[in-house]
Structure formats: structure tokens, C-alpha cells
């Protein structure tokens, strides 16, 4: 796909206080817990570059200064490395420097996604931008915001990443009512509710955490009073465009079907890093050949 010069920024909400991996988030912040060797949050920056989209704005807060040093240079340790020849590491330290053109704002208090997205008004303006999760970690091999963003060059409005869950799941996420269209892996987005009870959800499609959105988001945004948690919820403000296209276009649905690692639960993250580190060319035979071992032990 070729990427048109409409869609070129990406926003990265990253102020939560990552409560579900204490006491390793006291001082660091959630998104830096590493994948295998590399932070989880780098994993999400080149998704986004990848889509074609190099201008990245971080949501921050307290305590996430390490966020803004993982993307700046760190001039001690490259003289090290070059110092010991070590041109391996040293490539792999200045890998995240010039991945994106990185920006930052504070979020302040934590007053849900809606909000954290709103911070980021000013940054967007009147341009169509991306919203990437970075407790979502899509597989490079499918290549989901891409297709939403090319979703979104075809159709306009907004597009949601969409993925089916067991309807025991289903009060963890945003839901979505869908209508099909002519194209199979692209729905049209009819109703959105926010963590249903499995008996009132409309269906078993679940929002993660993807978005390409219209800039008419920041004003509904501005006017949503705080929904469930007492937070003011994206999927509030994306249910108002549903409800009326005038305002900022339709909104429409990728159901994924690739490999997404949920790295906000534990046991989520602990498969992530062992799924990828056996998919790893220096890493994986090692490793594949221990964890056999370790499983017939363990059985």
C-alpha cells in the first residue's frame, strides 16, 4: 500500500499507572517493561511507522521520563560502544533515535482514554490521526493499522480494530453492533457499548486497541461528560459518531484475525515474550529446545 500524505501522525496514550504490574511499575513506567530485549512501547512506535505514519505525539505523565529518553540519543553510551567496536549494540541502541519525529505532552490526571486523546487536539489539528494502544502489540506480519488506515482512505470517517473474543471476554472491552460491507474483513460499526455484560452485548466483536480517527472526535471529546469509572470514555464519543454521520463521517470496523499480544495482563505478557523469543532467529532454537525439556519435566 502507498501511503497518502492525509494520515501522517499517530498518537500514543502512555500516562496509566500500570497498577497491574506493581510493585515493577513503582518507578518504572509500564510501557518500558521489555518484550524479550526490547521495550514494549518501541514495539508500538515502529507499528506506526511501518503504517507510514512518523509523526508520533506520546500522552505521558508522572514518573514516564524514561519514555522520552528510550527515543532520545544517549551520547555516554554510544561513545562506549563505539569505543569497544561493538557495532551491533550500538545499532540496536540507536534504532529507536530516529524511528519517528517524537513529541510529548502531559496528560495530568488520569481521566480516562477519552481524555488522554483530547490532550492531543492541539498536536493533530484538522488532520485524521491514529490512536495506538501500547498494551496492544500487533505482529509485524499483519499488518493491521495499514489496513485501517487504507480503510479509511476509501471510506473516510473513522475505523475501529475490531477482534472476536469468547463472550465470557466480552465485559472487558468495548463492543460493537456491526452491518456488513462489500469487503470481507471490513464491517460497518452500527452501535458501540462500552464492557457490556455477556447478555446485553450486541455481539462478540470487541474494540482493541487500533483507531484512525476523524478530527470531529475532539469536539464531541470536549463535550463527554465521564461514563463508566467515572472517565471519559473514547468509546462514548465514538458512539455519538455512529449515531450521526453528518458530524464527522462513518464509522467503520477491521476484524482482525492476526497475532496480537496483550501485554497489560501478565500471563498475557509472559506468552508474548515466550511466543516471540521462539520466534527468534538468535534466540528461539536455545530457547524451544529448553522449554521442551522444561514442559516434559514439569508434565
Known amino acids: 500500500m502507498t501511503q497518502t500524505s492525509s494520515l501522517t501522525k499517530a498518537v500514543i496514550p502512555a500516562a496509566g499507572l ?7 511499575t513503582k518507578a518504572t513506567p509500564k510501557e518500558m517493561l521489555p518484550v524479550v530485549d526490547k521495550p514494549a512501547i518501541q514495539y508500538v512506535v515502529e507499528e506506526a511507522v511501518a503504517a507510514g505514519l512518523s509523526d508520533v505525539l506520546m500522552i505521558t505523565g508522572r514518573n514516564k521520563r524514561p519514555l522520552e529518553d528510550h527515543f532520545d540519543r ?3 553510551l554510544e561513545e562506549a560502544l563505539t569505543r569497544k567496536g561493538d557495532d551491533e549494540r550500538l545499532a540496536k541502541v540507536q534504532e529507536s533515535n530516529d524511528l519517528a519525529t517524537m513529541h510529548y505532552v502531559r496528560q495530568g490526571a488520569p481521566r480516562g482514554l477519552g481524555h488522554a486523546v483530547l490532550c492531543a487536539a492541539p498536536h493533530v489539528g484538522e488532520q485524521p490521526f491514529a490512536v495506538l494502544l501500547g498494551d496492544d502489540l ?15 482512505e476509501r471510506f473516510g470517517g473513522s475505523v475501529i480494530a475490531l477482534m472476536e473474543v469468547e463472550a465470557s471476554q ?25 464492557k457490556p455484560e455477556p447478555a446485553e452485548a450486541p455481539s462478540n466483536l ?8 476523524d478530527p470531529a472526535v475532539f469536539a464531541i471529546l470536549r463535550e463527554t461528560a465521564p461514563g ?16 450521526d454521520e453528518r458530524v464527522g463521517g462513518p464509522v467503520h470496523g477491521v476484524v482482525f484475525k492476526g497475532r496480537r499480544y496483550d501485554t497489560g495482563d501478565r500471563g ?11 520466534e527468534r532467529e538468535d534466540l528461539g532454537p536455545d530457547f524451544r ?3 521442551r525439556s522444561y514442559v516434559s519435566e514439569e508434565m
Not at 466480552?170 to 462500552?194: F, M, N, Q, R, W
Not at 470487541?206 to 480517527?213: D, E
Open 268 to 278: 498475557d505478557y509472559l506468552r508474548a515474550i515466550v511466543r516471540l523469543a521462539c
Open 206 to 213: 470487541a474494540i482493541i486497541g487500533r483507531y484512525v480517527l
Open 74 to 76: 544517549n551520547y555516554e
Open 289 to 291: 529446545t529448553w522449554l
Open 18 to 24: 500500570g497498577t497491574r504490574f506493581l510493585p515493577a
Open 170 to 194: 466480552i465485559h472487558l472491552y468495548g463492543c460493537a453492533a456491526v452491518g456488513p460491507t462489500d469487503e470481507s474483513d471490513v464491517v460497518k460499526v452500527t452501535d458501540l457499548v462500552e
Open 138 to 152: 500487533i505482529d509485524p506480519r499483519d499488518p493491521l493499522l495499514a489496513r485501517m488506515v487504507e480503510v479509511r
Open 228 to 243: 463508566r469509572g467515572g472517565e471519559i470514555q473514547l468509546t462514548d464519543a465514538l458512539q455519538k459518531l455512529v449515531q
